[in-house]
């Protein structure tokens, strides 16, 4: 089975701060994905990447940054947090080619005060 | 970019009734998948459809695609608590899987 894991499941930082959320697959999968959910907007999609080191913007990119370094890990930067990043944030991973589900981990819950 | 209506936003059913849930594009879909997601957690696959007119059934929820691939819905029979929780659509506008998501349907199955 798939696994995607994310580094903490509720996080609480205050404004200002850098944040780092780390999200780790383990099926080799080239396609990684970072949205973010907020109540009766949906998910929304904020970066996505399909090769290490390849990284592309989603709808809502301003005011996060990512990095890919190894194929298994992406990671979500937050430089400065603000309260309206205070979010439920989801990783996701597929295989690259056609059209194939994609794998969700469990979420991380941030707070920012 | 490509939106997804859902529709209804939350749903409250008596156990034992079916459901029905809608999700309909402005645009033709690539492909359309659904979701499940537990209050809090990560989203379980459920489905996913490609073809105009394609049905797929899984246990007691069946989706279904409409011949155009701009309308698809999910049905639930005989509903059990197990099924409560929210249910999203995502579309692919491509074979390059970037996904956009609908609003989310929240269902209560009341005992």
């Known amino acids: 089975d798939v696994k995607v894991t994310q580094s903490s499941r509720y996080l609480v930082k205050r404004t200002g701060e850098k944040v780092f959320l780390e999200c780790v697959q383990d099926m080799d999968h080239e396609n990684m994905f970072w949205y973010r959910q907020d109540p009766g907007l949906g998910l929304r999609l904020i970066y996505f990447?399909?090769?290490?080191?390849?990284?592309e913007k989603g709808d809502i990119p301003e005011g996060y940054s990512v990095s890919r370094e190894k194929k298994e890990r992406f990671s979500l930067i937050l430089e400065s947090a603000s309260t309206n990043q205070t979010s439920m944030y989801l990783c996701?991973?597929?295989?690259?080619?056609?059209?194939?589900?994609?794998?969700f981990g469990p979420g991380t819950r941030l707070t920012v005060t | 970019s490509q939106e997804l209506e859902q529709s209804p936003q939350s749903l409250i059913v008596q156990e034992g009734k079916n459901l029905t849930i809608n999700c309909t594009s402005s645009?033709?879909?690539?492909?359309l998948y659904w979701y499940k997601q537990k209050y809090g957690e990560g989203l379980i696959f459920l489905m996913m459809?490609?073809?105009?007119?394609e049905e797929k059934s899984h246990e007691k929820i069946t989706a279904k695609l409409d011949e155009k691939k701009q309308q698809s819905s999910l049905h639930i029979t005989a509903s059990q608590p197990s099924h409560a929780g929210i249910y999203l659509c995502?579309?692919?506008?491509?074979?390059?899987?970037?996904?956009?998501f609908g609003g989310g349907t929240r269902v209560l199955v009341k005992p």
């Open positions: 459809l490609q073809k105009g007119g």
């Open positions: 996701a991973s597929s295989i690259l080619a056609g059209v194939y589900e994609q794998y």
């Open positions: 645009k033709t879909l690539y492909g």
């Open positions: 990447s399909y090769d290490v080191k390849m990284k």
């Open positions: 995502g579309a692919a506008k491509a074979a390059g899987n970037k996904l956009t």
